[in-house]
């Protein structure tokens, strides 16, 4: 059974070395498919360097800036090996993560095998480790579509332990017999959904406790500034599944929270872009949605002055 490792890269010239060296270090010795989105600094040119001499590594260049979906999609559409998982260019494996999880993936019958992350500030020997998800170890779990919604809403997981965060080995033939590529207008929760809609195919997705994939968690990471534009596909992302027949009414509850979640995020957004720019009739186009949603708008108002009136 082949492995591919696709690996998405912008301006990463200061850290791609050490996820690139971690892939190409890995026991079952992959395919490497890189991608660079059109960087304008020396990423092209490092990742040649280290590249150079290795049959099994393949450097593809995007003549445009278009995105993570839209780089992976085009590692997808040249991948030739039975199994495919993503690696963030600022992200690290140990070397036998994927050999480990497609052991597991044969034995237990996946479509699909993630395990749960641990993430570091920096590449220091002594910095704190912590998991993505899990605290304690719970061993392997079958994940259904609904517990993967679930855990992708913070008000269950908590700030930043979603698990669309996680980077899976995913069956190719599952895959390309689906339709399966990364919604090329998604700059946000793009994982998520794809994730979402395999699951909804019918794939079988494996959970289990660590197996060595290290991401490294930058200054900012994880502030949630994000622009209205990536707010909103994200909504219609879950629109789109909500729509689909498959889904089963458990699914169907937390996508609906999900969505509500994206809305109240896109609507805040919107409406201090609005405010900001003096758009009067933008900012009242922000209320035209879901009850939820009008209500957390004037709770966020109300906080807001009340600091104001305080300062």
Avoid at 23 to 41: E, Y
Avoid at 101 to 123: C, F, H, N, P, Y
Avoid at 216 to 232: K, V
Avoid at 247 to 267: G, M
Wanted: contains cysteine; proline residues 4%.
């Amino acid at each position: 059974m082949s492995i591919s490792v696709i690996m998405a890269v912008y301006n990463a010239e200061s850290f791609v070395e050490r996820a690139l060296r971690s892939a190409m270090a890995q026991t079952c010795q992959p395919d490497i498919i890189i991608v660079d989105d059109a960087s304008t600094d020396r990423t092209v040119d490092v990742v040649r360097e280290i590249i150079e001499g290795h049959p099994r590594v393949r450097l593809l260049q995007q003549k445009s800036n278009g995105g993570p979906s839209i780089a992976r999609n085009a590692a997808l559409q040249v991948v030739e090996t039975d199994w495919v998982t993503p690696l963030d260019a600022d992200d690290a494996m140990e070397p036998d993560r994927l050999e480990n999880m497609l052991k597991l993936a044969r034995e237990r019958g996946w479509d699909a095998i993630a395990d749960d992350q641990i993430r570091v500030t920096s590449w220091a020997d002594d910095v704190p480790r912590r998991r993505l998800w899990s605290d304690d170890d719970f061993g392997m779990m079958d994940l259904s579509l609904a517990r993967f919604v679930r855990e992708n809403i913070m008000s269950y997981t908590g700030f930043g332990r979603e698990l669309g965060y996680v980077k899976p080995l995913m069956r190719v033939e599952f895959l390309k017999q689906n339709d399966l590529y990364y919604a090329e207008k998604m700059r946000l929760g793009e994982d998520y959904d794809l994730y979402c809609r395999f699951m909804a195919r019918g794939g079988r997705f494996g959970l289990v406790d660590p197996l060595g994939y290290i991401a490294h968690e930058t200054p900012g990471s994880l502030s949630r500034h994000h622009r209205p534009q990536d707010l909103r596909e994200l909504l219609r992302a879950d629109r789109r599944l909500l729509a689909m027949r498959v889904i089963s009414p458990e699914a169907r509850k937390y996508l609906h929270e999900h969505a509500i979640f994206s809305h109240k995020k896109w609507a805040w957004v919107r409406l201090r872009n609005a405010y900001h720019n003096r758009e009067f009739f933008s900012a009242l186009a922000c209320f035209a949605a879901p009850p939820q949603v009008v209500y957390d708008l004037v709770s966020r108002l109300g906080q807001q002055l009340k600091k104001r009136l305080q300062a």
